[in-house]
């Protein structure tokens, strides 16, 4: 009998606060970049990524495993219903715009508050440290010591640092998610 091989992974992170972010070495602007991490892990052009209104979802096949992913919008206005989404996830993945300094607190109330989620109990979390690819990116580790992500417990977690623009990065923190869910379900 073979197992299961697909995971739920919910995307989550801010919206674009203000049209004044700086553009990566593409000409993109946008979000946290939630959206074009997904386009780029399906090896999907990214040069017309529009930020998400609402949701997005898209199957990825990544080292065999099949990737649901639910990219759901960031905006202020959405985030209440966020908490929709979040039956039967097998891991979060929270993206975070590393150039934009200013709203570091504003980010972290929001993983903090996912965190405290009793839906979302026990769920792996993998935080991107994205735009690492821009001159005014903080460094990952300066931002899990910004969030406390050392004080989490009963779950594991990753900081990745990446750059959905040229994708560094970005497919580790998958084999990340995939590797201690995997793990996860074999118990």
């Not at 017309?48 to 199957?59: A, I, L, Y």
């Not at 040229?166 to 497919?171: A, K, Q, S």
């Amino acid at each position: 009998m073979s197992e299961k091989r697909d995971l739920q992974i919910l995307l989550l992170g801010l919206d674009n606060a203000a049209s004044v972010l700086p553009r990566s070495p593409t000409g993109l602007r946008g979000d946290a970049g939630k959206t074009t991490i997904l386009t780029s892990l399906a090896d999907e052009d990214i040069t017309h990524v529009t930020p998400t209104q609402g949701f997005n979802v898209k199957s990825v096949m990544s080292s065999g495993v099949m990737l649901n992913v639910w990219d759901i919008g960031g905006q202020r206005g959405i985030r209440p219903y966020w908490r929709n989404y979040f039956d039967g996830t097998d891991a979060l993945v929270y993206v975070i715009d590393s150039a934009d300094q200013k709203r570091f607190e504003e980010t972290g109330e929001e993983l903090a508050e996912l965190l405290a989620e009793a839906k979302l109990k026990g769920v792996a979390v993998l935080v991107y440290a994205n735009k690492q690819d821009l001159e005014t990116a903080a460094m990952a580790s300066d931002i899990a010591t910004g969030l406390n992500l050392h004080t989490i417990r009963g779950r594991a977690w990753q900081i990745q640092p990446c750059s959905a623009v040229t994708g560094e990065g970005v497919r580790d923190g998958m084999e990340w998610v995939i590797k201690t869910v995997s793990k996860k379900k074999k118990k």
